[in-house]
């Protein structure tokens, strides 16, 4: 990873308030992210994996700048401003050609009033880059970089499958040439087939680009297929972060090796439940569901450890039996 990295995350934070018992029950604190530290080189594929509700999507979108966070994020040496700043629009704009995002729901993604060609022009519209000419010259560029012919500029969203509509996402996230894209359960809505083409696809943007890629997924599986770097994510913490090999054939976390069981296919469901189904303690956070559990789970705070061997790349585990 390059000395200076393309993205900083340090001691990032974030809660969501909410209401018990309705409308005028008192507010409730519910944290998502607690002081997540990590760093993504130029050119890197990094995967957070984690399941359903352990704040994965929650940190995605805190990098985007699309809600609060406390905590510092720089995106190529320029801090990232929560959704709340409205003070630095010329800061957002220069950020959004930095990084992009392509999200789970694809139809959701795009303007269903609009055809293909107005959808992946419109950013550069909104940049005043190039006129008519270089636009559409760009647009036809960016659908031929992810497989679909020129002609789908005059197609309406609806008129597409599931894989094509996640093909114009992704081309629309390839309009302002960014360094970064953060990929949000990209291939979940996707049947098993043209997931694997997606993700393909993204491999061969980056050896093509040079693009540097953020892939969240619920799946071990994929990310080890796709990803150089993991970091596993449980109830708002990193417990586990290494380079891809070390984590996937030798997981140190009890969590790790629980995700790797239970994702049975490259594309499968896992079966891990939902982080919120069980309330995180003080201490060892995996401790209510760990098979593992010793009394200094229940006593002792739990920190991201290095076990490498010495000369090996870092992997961190956030576990106090290493030994299990």
């Known amino acids: 990873m390059a000395d200076t990295p393309l993205l900083s995350i340090e001691n990032v934070s974030n809660a969501y308030t909410s209401?018990?018992?309705?409308?005028?029950g008192r507010k409730e604190v519910k944290p998502v992210l607690d002081n997540v530290n990590l760093e993504?080189?130029?050119?890197?594929?990094?995967?957070?994996?984690?399941?359903?509700g352990c704040g994965k999507s929650t940190l995605g979108r805190s990098i985007l700048g699309l809600i609060d966070y406390k905590g510092l994020i720089t995106i190529d040496g320029m801090p990232q401003r929560n959704s709340f700043d409205r003070l630095?629009?010329?800061?957002?704009l220069t950020l959004a050609r930095k990084v992009q995002a392509v999200f789970q729901d694809p139809l959701a993604?795009?303007?269903?009033?609009?055809?293909?060609?107005?959808?992946?022009?419109?950013?550069?519209k909104i940049h005043r880059l190039g006129d008519k000419w270089e636009r559409n010259h760009r647009v036809d560029e960016a659908l031929n970089l992810v497989g679909?012919?020129?002609?789908?500029?005059?197609?309406?969203?609806?008129?597409?499958?599931?894989?094509?509509?996640?093909?114009?996402?992704?081309?629309?996230?390839?309009?302002?040439?960014?360094?970064?894209?953060?990929?949000?359960?990209?291939?979940?809505?996707?049947?098993?087939?043209?997931?694997?083409?997606?993700?393909?696809?993204?491999?061969?943007?980056?050896?093509?680009?040079?693009?540097?890629?953020?892939f969240i997924s619920h799946n071990l599986n994929v990310i080890y297929y796709l990803c150089d770097r993991i970091a596993v994510m449980y109830h708002g913490q990193i417990v586990e972060l290494g380079v891809a090999d070390a984590v996937y054939n030798a997981p140190a976390h009890p969590y790790t090796?629980?995700?790797?069981?239970?994702?049975?296919?490259i594309l499968g469901e896992d079966s891990t439940g939902n982080a919120s189904d069980s309330t995180p303690t003080l201490f060892c956070r995996y401790a209510p569901r760990c098979p593992s559990l010793c009394p200094a789970c229940s006593t002792a705070l739990s920190k991201l450890v290095n076990i490498a061997p010495p000369n090996a790349p870092p992997h961190f585990t956030r576990c106090l039996r290493l030994d299990i």
């Open 257 to 265: 090796r629980a995700l790797l069981a239970a994702a049975t296919t």
């Open 109 to 124: 993604s795009l303007n269903p009033i609009k055809r293909v060609g107005e959808i992946l022009e419109e950013p550069l």
């Open 19 to 24: 209401r018990a018992y309705g409308l005028f």
């Open 40 to 52: 993504l080189g130029s050119g890197e594929l990094f995967g957070l994996v984690g399941e359903s």
């Open 88 to 92: 630095n629009r010329r800061r957002q």
């Open 148 to 214: 679909l012919d020129p002609s789908y500029k005059a197609r309406a969203p609806r008129e597409l499958s599931g894989g094509q509509r996640q093909r114009v996402c992704i081309a629309s996230a390839l309009m302002l040439s960014p360094k970064l894209i953060i990929a949000d359960e990209a291939i979940s809505a996707l049947d098993v087939s043209v997931g694997a083409q997606i993700l393909n696809l993204f491999q061969d943007l980056h050896h093509r680009l040079g693009l540097a890629l953020f």
